[in-house]
């Protein structure tokens, strides 16, 4: 893992209470005496207690499934934001003959979805000050979020782009002075107002990857395009028949937990 | 040790009724002998309301009608039974009239108690007797009008009760008469398992047959060996009973409550004796079923479904972890002639039984955020005719009513 | 103010491995057993089913199965002389949460440590001298035996079902086993699992240099598994998410697939989640614990008195309850005197990347405990004289997964972006394998845990500060041990390797492992250990502390078989003595 970002460790705090989904209506008599042990919670003593004595609880449709990125327009970024970010995208990761470039592969949909959620405002992450200096080794100190990182940066980055290249801005850069913004960002010869580019070359880099390897659930890796690339399965969960086939391409295309819905051809 | 005093009561309990005695009704054996009948008639399932007293009533009951709402039977004098006299009691189990001559319905299987012996009857008032009286009243009846009106089931008796205790067979060896009483009186298994007509009454030609109750099938309990339990061994079925599991089957849903709340606790000799009663009823139900092709487009979308979703527990042969994950190839179950129960654990995932034989009680995912309709469908469909199997296909309109019915939002594809 | 409950007998802190291990052994004797879990009820079919556990992102990535660090976290620094600050993301390791504990989401790595390790110092002062060691080690022996240990070591697999290959048989060496472990009484509980193409090619180099590889104990079952309370395990399916995951068809040992289930059939058992306990009180005397106090979800203060306490936590938040609590004496720096927070210690990791043409090695079948090892340069298996530095590791082709995102490794000299980034990870990928060394780390003076004076958690109590630092003996033996690695390596003829020894200052950043330990460590003597050798307190005599937090310095192994071994081994002391007659087994 890189390390750079106190931003790498999102965390989306899902509720892993059973009690936060919805009871079906009308339980069937025998279901609903099979699920004593449920109703056998209590708060007497504490945010939840399970007796014993009933059996491992459990109720119908319980699960914490992720719910699927939606395609439409952007919900974080300004659309100037978010062309700049499919521009940079495209040209960390892009495309050639066989694969889709980071912008087609959804990886600026999927930044845009991560930001404006538990990742970008950093939910869940120890935020409280003092915010002092850091040696390396001790990681990243810093009060601001992702997204705030994100907004900062992309208008400093528009700003030096329209005041160096005539009013262009980075979307509208030839690919080849893109690449020399980004090596600038890169190796820290590029300061954007004032303060090294370095840092959000880093979570970008590293936010991209995750869009490009990620489950399509989340907007990226769209058609599984990276998976297929590499030759990785996606969300396969049995490989007793090929754990001794050795050398040998594991042929079945990759599956995403999002299902058919995004696109995942299936294993014959 | 507890199976040993247990074993002792029996005994002791059986030569008393043989002598002719009334029992008596504060002697250990007695008290002990109606607590091993309540739960062979598993009174608890519908008497105790999850998370309420024991016997406390107020358990729903959903009926093809309407609710009903299991009474209170702990011996509490003003909202219990504790003012019935033994007679009152034995009526209301036997013939479905309670206390001040009303009517019960027959949710409270009296179609089936009338078989019980008095002496057992008896017994299980002995043992409520001795538990906590709960002052809880019970509006039981939750019915709309005109299914409310209690006096209408003296013309539903006389359609579908036949009153009268068990009659042993005497051709046939004591150990299959106990069994056949056990499961045409206690244990009540046809009440799910056979048939019923339009009013509710048992279809007694297609006798455990199967039949859809409370959005379940209750499968085919007849020699068939394709649909029924025509290939378990004695063995077999009295595993089954006792852990909720063999080779060809793991109880879940309704059958799940039973095994764990009666079967698990009868005694092997028992359990047994149900086995034997059960492996001579004659094969029953609909005749070998034409396989769905499997060149259909339902069948191929199925088995890719199958091995990327199902696989990995249930095995691409379909034969299931023994004591683990349940078998599908060549087992009843999945060749029912309705495929409600596979839809449904499908949709809303499934805990199978925990016993003390075999304490795992794993449980299914529900799949109904993952797989739309016609998903479910074709995998219930491949699953049914698959690896030799034979069942008809299943639709994605009956998944949509089965969702619909679970009362759940669809948020898959 | 905390709103008394009813007293139970026995509390436990922390549903995980060791609490779940004690809450069936102590309900199954009768007792009633509260557990107090700080995080969710987790189980297979509702939190981690296998439609939607292979999730990457999620899990390995943003850590759903970890404890927040808004709830709780510690603040680092590498030497006193810095200024402590807070982890504000996890990074290298992974702290766990709720019913389940790390045993929920760990790799299943099932390593009994070596007979040595437990009289590490008697055993490396008398082989090498006392001035081998360096002057600011602080190593001890653990105050019990391997051989006292085996029955409990055992007594763990056999829950687990452990799949392995015996080395030594009641002192019989095995073919295709560990030949250097400590004897065992009786086989593993099932055989070892299927290996990969990039183990078998390793274990053959290995061979052919000489050395004696076998198959990773591993608890990702090779076969279904019934253990001895009735439980069943499924077989495993080498799907490749187990660390940092939850197992989606019950063919990984947890909790949840090994104990759980016939626990909460006890009635005599009740677990609270969502509750968070702050406080274990004490009696006027200080010398018996009365009560824990918790918070639960809504802000609520509640008082659990009990008979017993059993403080199960994670290492790290088992130190600092005993801190918070006042409980022992805190370790002090400056005088070495003190016990609790003393001899924290970690783990030193360091791997071989290595890229090969025409090999196709699908490394993502996998599973967490797959791969083929050897134990040759494990403990004091090799001679040190030559070497000047004490300590070892295994190290194998142990790879248990290739998930893309934290597992597409480019060759050296690749840039991190652009079209040749992109062609490197596509050329590569299925032909890159990473084998590994699992190396000891000892405890040193300078190495430890205490409050933080700045830093609080969401109830204004310190955080746990961690001051710690690789120190030159085991920069020495990860440069070695790494060393010894790429030669096996390269002898499956790579087109190229790249060596990551671990070099330089500890790092709080880079993930590395999870295996914290020490900081109410074990022993002989109060003056140096926090507790005795059945894990009791040494001031509070119905106190009994597990986990990692036991060890006195880490050895090169995996730690939770011997966690698992060492808490059978102290609730044997409870039945036999402690029940019989309440109060200190040992007298200091």
New interface residues.
């Given amino acids: 893992m890189s390390a750079n970002s106190a931003a790498v460790n999102a965390i989306s705090c899902r509720s892993a209470d059973l009690h936060a989904r919805p009871t079906p209506k009308l339980p069937s008599r025998r279901a609903l005496l099979a699920s004593t042990a449920l109703l056998l919670v209590t708060q007497t003593a504490g945010a939840r207690t399970l007796a014993g004595g009933t059996g491992m609880p459990w109720r119908p449709f319980a699960g914490d499934p992720p719910q699927a990125v939606e395609p439409g327009p952007w919900v974080f970024f300004t659309p100037e934001e978010g062309a700049a970010v499919e521009a940079l995208v495209d040209r960390l990761i892009p495309p050639d003959a066989e694969t889709a470039g980071g912008k087609d592969c959804g990886c600026a949909v999927f930044i845009d979805r991560q930001l404006a959620g538990a990742y970008g405002s950093a939910r869940g992450l120890y935020m409280s000050p003092p915010f002092l200096q850091a040696t390396p080794e001790q990681g990243l100190q810093a009060p601001s979020t992702p997204a705030q990182l994100y907004h900062r940066m992309l208008v400093a980055l528009d700003a030096f782009c329209r005041a160096t290249y005539a009013g262009n801005p980075f979307a509208q850069l030839p690919d080849g002075e893109k690449d020399r913004i980004i090596t600038g960002m890169e190796n820290g010869s590029l300061q954007l107002q004032g303060t090294s580019a370095t840092p959000f070359f880093e979570i970008l880099l590293q936010d991209t990857r995750y869009g490009f390897f990620a489950d399509p659930v989340y907007g990226g890796n769209r058609d599984m395009a990276a998976w297929k690339m590499i030759g990785f399965p996606g969300a396969r969960y049995d490989y007793r028949d090929w754990v001794e086939r050795y050398n040998e391409r594991y042929p079945h295309p990759p599956i995403s937990i999002a299902g058919r819905n995004a696109g995942s051809p299936l294993h014959p | 040790m507890r199976c040993m005093l247990l074993g002792c009561a029996l005994v002791l309990f059986a030569s008393a009724a043989a002598r002719g005695q009334y029992p008596d009704k504060q002697a250990f054996e007695v008290i002990e002998h109606g607590r091993y009948m309540a739960t062979a008639a598993d009174c608890t399932?519908?008497h105790t309301a999850?998370?309420g007293k024991p016997f406390a009533g107020g358990?729903?009951?959903?009926t093809p009608f309407g609710t009903l709402l299991a009474p209170n039977i702990t011996p509490d004098i003003g909202t219990g039974i504790g003012g019935w006299t033994d007679d009152q009691f034995v009526e209301a189990v036997r013939t479905g009239i309670g206390h001040g001559g009303i009517h019960l319905y027959p949710a409270m299987p009296y179609t089936y108690y009338t078989k019980l012996t008095r002496e057992d009857v008896i017994a299980i008032r002995a043992y409520l007797d001795t538990v906590e009286p709960v002052g809880n009243l019970v509006q039981a009846n939750q019915l709309p009008f005109p299914f409310n009106q209690r006096e209408a089931m003296v013309g539903w008796n006389a359609l579908y009760f036949t009153p009268g205790e068990f009659k042993p067979d005497p051709g046939k060896p004591a150990e299959w008469n106990r069994g056949a009483y056990l499961v045409e009186a206690a244990e009540h298994c046809g009440l799910c398992h056979t048939p019923k007509n339009a009013m509710g009454g048992d279809e007694n030609s297609q006798a455990m047959q199967g039949s859809v109750l409370?959005?379940?099938y209750a499968p085919n309990l007849t020699g068939s060996r394709r649909l029924g339990i025509g290939d378990w061994t004695v063995d077999d079925i009295a595993l089954y009973l006792k852990t909720g599991r063999n080779s060809y089957d793991t109880a879940s849903?309704?059958m799940?409550?039973a095994v764990?709340?009666s079967t698990s606790h009868l005694t092997d000799a028992d359990l047994r004796a149900i086995a034997v009663y059960l492996k001579d009823l004659p094969p029953g139900g609909s005749g070998p079923a034409q396989p769905v092709s499997q060149q259909d487009p339902a069948m191929?979308?199925g088995?890719?479904?199958y091995?990327?979703?199902c696989?990995?527990?249930h095995t691409?042969a379909g034969i299931g972890?023994?004591?683990?994950?349940p078998r599908l190839s060549g087992t009843p179950l999945v060749q029912q002639s309705q495929a409600t129960s596979l839809i449904r654990v499908v949709?809303?995932?499934s805990?199978a039984v925990?016993t003390?034989?075999?304490?795992?009680?794993?449980?299914?995912?529900?799949?109904?955020?993952?797989?739309s309709d016609a998903?479910v469908a074709a995998v219930v469909t491949y699953i049914r005719n698959a690896w030799g199997n034979a069942a008809s296909a299943v639709s994605a309109g009956e998944v949509a009513n089965m969702r619909q019915t679970?009362?759940?939002d669809a948020q898959?594809? | 103010m905390a709103t008394k409950l009813p007293a139970t007998e026995i509390v436990i802190i922390g549903l995980g491995w060791t609490g779940s291990i004690i809450a069936e052994s102590m309900t199954k004797a009768g007792f009633n057993v509260v557990a107090i879990e700080r995080g969710p009820w987790r189980d297979t079919a509702t939190d981690f089913p296998p439609s939607y556990a292979p999730d990457e992102l999620r899990y390995a990535v943003q850590h759903d199965l970890f404890v927040r660090p808004a709830q709780t976290t510690l603040t680092f620094r590498n030497n006193p002389n810095q200024t402590a600050l807070p982890i504000r993301t996890w990074g290298s390791f992974l702290l766990p949460n709720g019913v389940g504990g790390a045993g929920v989401h760990w790799n299943a790595q099932t390593w009994r440590f070596l007979p040595t390790d437990f009289v590490l110092k008697t055993h490396l002062t008398q082989r090498y001298g006392a001035k081998f060691l360096p002057a600011d080690m602080t190593i001890q022996d653990w105050g019990v035996t391997y051989d006292e240990l085996e029955p409990h070591f055992d007594a763990f697999e056999y829950l687990c079902g452990t799949s392995g290959t015996a080395g030594n048989l009641k002192g019989q060496k095995q073919p295709f086993g560990n030949p250097f472990e400590g004897p065992r009484s009786r086989p593993y509980p099932t055989p070892a699992q299927k290996q990969p193409y990039g183990p078998v090619l390793w274990a053959e180099a290995a061979k052919e240099m000489g050395h004696s590889p076998f198959p990773q104990p591993s608890g990702n079952l090779s076969q279904a598994y019934t253990n001895p309370l009735g439980v069943t395990l499924g077989p495993c399916t080498y799907c490749g998410f187990c660390e940092r995951f939850g197992c989606g068809n019950y063919s990984k040992a947890s909790p949840q697939t090994t104990i759980l289930p016939v626990l909460m059939r006890r009635t005599n058992f009740e677990a609270r989640t969502g509750c968070e306990v702050t406080r274990i009180k004490l009696d006027n005397s200080g010398k018996r614990a009365t009560a824990v106090t918790y918070i639960d979800t809504q802000g609520r203060e509640w008082e659990q008195p009990a008979e017993m306490v059993f403080l199960c936590a994670f290492q790290m938040f088992n130190v600092q309850l005993l801190l918070l609590s006042g409980i022992g004496q805190p370790y002090d720096l400056n005088t070495g005197q003190g016990v609790i927070g003393r001899n924290y210690s970690y783990q030193v990791t360091s791997s071989v990347q290595a890229f090969f043409d025409n090999k196709i090695f699908n490394p993502f079948i996998a599973s967490g405990a797959i791969g083929m090892c050897i134990d040759d340069y494990n403990g004091d298996n090799f001679d040190h004289g030559p070497y000047g530095f004490v300590g070892g590791g295994y190290m194998g082709m142990v790879q248990p997964n290739a998930r893309p995102i934290e597992a597409t490794p480019t060759p050296p000299g690749t840039p991190q972006w652009g079209a040749a980034w992109k062609k490197a990870v596509k050329d590569n990928y299925l032909s890159t394998i990473l084998p590994s060394v699992h190396g000891s780390c000892y405890s040193y003076r300078d190495c430890y845990l205490d409050l933080d004076p700045t830093y609080k958690d969401r109830f204004g109590r310190p955080l746990m500060r961690l001051t710690f630092d690789f120190h030159e003996n085991e920069l020495k033996m990860s440069q070695f041990l790494t060393d010894r690695l790429a030669e096996i390596v390269q002898r499956m003829a790579p087109r190229q390797i790249a060596k990551l020894p671990r070099t330089g200052h500890y790092s709080i950043v880079p993930y590395q492992t999870t295996h914290t330990c020490g900081g109410a460590i074990m022993g002989t003597d109060p003056k140096t250990s926090a507790l005795n050798r059945y894990l009791q307190s040494w001031d509070v005599h119905n106190l009994f502390v597990t986990g990692a937090t036991n060890f006195p310095q880490n050895a090169g192994y995996n730690p939770t078989g011997t966690i698992g071994a060492l808490t059978y081994w102290s609730l044997d002391a409870i039945h036999k003595q402690y029940l019989k007659n309440p109060g200190p087994l040992v007298h200091a």
């Avoid at chain 2, 358990?59 to 959903?62: D, F």
């Avoid at chain 2, 972890?321 to 994950?325: D, N, P, S």
């Fill in positions: 399932a519908c999850p998370g358990g729903a009951l959903e409370q959005n379940w849903g309704p799940a409550d764990m709340h191929q979308q088995q890719a479904i091995n990327n979703r696989a990995a527990c691409v972890i023994v004591a683990l994950f949709l809303e995932g805990r925990a003390d034989a075999a304490p795992t009680g794993p449980a299914m995912p529900s799949f109904a955020w993952q797989l998903d679970l009362h759940r898959a594809p």
